[in-house]
C-alpha cells in the first residue's frame, strides 16, 4: 500500500521537547500538552508562539529524537513492500532542516511532501495515499471523511472521541498491526 506518513508526533517526538524549549523560553511550567494548539495550555498569544517557531526552526525541528519504533517500523512498512511518503504541515521553507534530520536519524526517505498551510488531503488524494498515519485529530478526521483510513497516534492532545474512519494506536506496533488489518480487508487485484 501506499501509505502518507506526517512527522511531528509520529516520527519526530517534537512534543517533549517544544514543551521543554516553550517553558524555558516564555517562563512557564506546563507539565503537558492537552491541545495541539499549544498556545492555549501555554496561555500566551498564538502570534508569540509562531514568532518563536519561525525564530528558532532550525534547533525546533533538529533537535527532537525519534518517536520510539517509528525508525523501526518504517523500515518494516519498506520491507513489506508498502510505500513510504511523508506529508507534513511543515513549510516548503523548512524542508532542507527536515530532510537532514531524517538523514542524521537514519530514516529511509524518498519523497517528503510539505503542505504548510494548505490541505494535506489534496496531497493524499494528488499522490493515491491509501492509508495515513497521524497525530493531529484534526488533520484526521479531514482525511477520514475523505475516504482515506487514518491511523492515529495516541497523543495528550487528541484524547477527544474519534469518529469512524480513525483507529487509535498507542504505538508504532499497534500502527504495524493496524495496517495489516486495513490491507487484508482491501480486495486484493484480479491481474
Ligand atoms: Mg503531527
Redesign the pocket.
Known sequence: MRIGV?????VSDSYPFWLQELNRHFGKNVSVITDYQMHLDFDIPKEDINDYFVGNAERLLSMPEVVSGAKEGIETLLREGHEVIYVTARTPAEKDVTVRWLTMKGIPHEHVLFAGFSSKLELVKQWGIEVFL???QVNAKLIAEGGVPVLLLDASYNQEELPTGIIRCKNWDEILKGIQAIQSKKVPKIV
Open positions: 506526517d512527522i511531528d508526533g509520529v497521524e497525530d493531529y
